[in-house]
């Protein structure tokens, strides 16, 4: 059973780079919205452990990571395949939402 | 996961969870649909302070979670996912959703309402590259920055003040020549000297390529445009309802809200509606909570005709 994997500046290109299909979770403590979409990803996260890695991105602490990709609205998901960036989606949706862009990109 | 329920509550902001508790508590086979977040646009919010009870400020968040929590203990289930059609089928409501599909014997709509944007260029495009709906959320981004929240709301003024912990200069640029919000807020955005007010003033383009950079900004009064350098910008200009799955069932304003009474009944039998889907609804916590709970009681008295 997979769980979300907390990346950071230092260690996130070894995750991208490690797995054929990630989804990056920029969230802050501050963001309701990405709280309360976390059992969803979580969900995901541990039902597909082979087909994806679920990473979480503090954007306080790893702000190197949040600006490589321009990610100024939280919550954004980023869908990365074979390390290139395929879509995201930004602003708060539900866990069925991100399984079918997932099942799209993949 | 059960197909066949008593009540479908199409919506998990304040209106459908107080509703669901009351149903929960009723008895009655329970399921809760939220296509975003369980909680509703408030959790968006960083504090609410006027919800009766609470002494001190509370995140939206928190509360909404006690109510989500309370109808789970009454049965009732929440299901994080969309309403996608919704038809009369016989005596039964069918609910589509993706990938399956339910049936209640009544419909609790309380699917509230969506950020407004303005319509103008550069505002979709720019969307999540520094025009944003949620302060709470992006105001770490903003650190030392000039941001602009448009709107004369409570919305706009709690981001206001919020975004002021962060940036260095927050300008609030309201199209009127006053404020609608609460006096309380409006005192403590004069006094905080991080926020200026751009009265009468109107958003006609965002500028920017890979990030915001600028807005041109419309004096009312002297019909003059302007750049306004801007690092992010804050939408707080109301909300639309999310009635589409009701216009072929109901009647709605030119607006697109539902036009009902107290009763909260609706002409099609068995649909119900609550909250900010409602013309009139005032968009405060406290008012959808008791809208909610209305519609189920007004929801159960029905089911009860039927057993």
């Not at chain 1, 990365?80 to 862009?101: C, F, H, L, S, Y």
């Not at chain 2, 459908?16 to 009655?28: F, K, Q, S, T, V």
């Not at chain 2, 910008?233 to 697109?256: C, R, S, W, Y």
Request: overall charge negative; aromatic content about 8%; proline content about 4%.
């Amino acid at each position: 059973m997979s769980e979300i994997i907390s990346a950071n500046d230092g260690n996130f290109e070894s995750f991208i780079q490690g797995h054929p299909m990630v989804i990056v979770d920029f969230w802050a403590p501050t963001c309701m919205p990405c709280r309360l979409m976390e059992p969803g990803l979580e969900k995901i996260a541990a039902s597909h452990p082979e087909k994806v890695r679920v990473l979480k991105v503090n954007v306080n602490e790893n702000p190197k990571t949040s600006s490589r990709f321009f990610v100024r609205t939280l919550p954004t998901l980023l869908f990365i395949k074979d390390g290139q960036v395929r879509t995201q989606i930004v602003g708060a949706v539900n866990p069925v939402q991100i399984e079918k862009t997932l099942n799209e990109v993949s | 996961m059960e197909k066949n329920w008593d009540v479908i509550i199409v919506g998990g902001g304040p209106a459908g969870l107080a509703a669901a508790i009351y149903c929960g508590r009723a008895l009655r086979k329970t399921l809760v649909l939220e296509k975003k977040v369980f909680g509703g646009q408030i959790v968006f919010s960083d504090i609410i302070e006027n919800y009766p009870g609470f002494a001190e400020p509370i995140v939206p968040a928190d509360l909404m979670e006690q109510m989500a929590k309370q109808s789970e203990r009454y049965g009732v289930v929440l299901e994080n996912d969309e309403a996608l059609g919704l038809v009369r089928e016989g005596e039964n409501w069918r609910v589509d959703v993706y990938q399956n599909t339910y049936t209640a014997k009544a419909i609790l709509y309380a699917a509230g309402s969506a950020h407004r944007f303005l319509g103008v260029p550069g505002e979709q495009e720019l969307l999540g590259r520094g025009v944003s709906v949620c302060a709470t959320c992006d105001a770490p981004f903003f650190q030392g920055k000039k941001v602009a929240v448009l709107g004369g709301g409570d919305t706009a003024l709690y981001e206001a003040l919020h975004l002021a912990k962060f940036a260095s200069e927050v300008t609030l640029i309201h199209r009127r020549g006053q404020l609608r919000a609460e006096r309380i807020l409006q005192e403590r955005v004069f006094k905080n000297d991080r926020i200026k007010v751009l009265w009468d003033s109107e958003v006609q383009r965002f500028q920017g390529a890979q990030k915001l950079e600028a807005l041109d900004v419309l004096d009312k009064k002297t019909n003059r445009v302007e750049p306004m350098a801007c690092d992010g910008a804050f939408l707080a200009i109301g909300t639309i309802p999310n009635t589409g799955l009701l216009k072929d069932l109901v009647q709605l304003d030119e607006n697109g809200y539902v036009v009902t009474d107290i009763s909260l009944r609706t002409e099609a039998r068995g649909l119900f509606v609550s909250g900010e889907v409602i013309k009139g609804n005032r968009r405060q916590v406290a008012i959808s909570v008791g809208m909610g709970v209305q519609a189920a009681l007004n929801c159960e008295e029905y089911l009860a005709s039927l057993d």
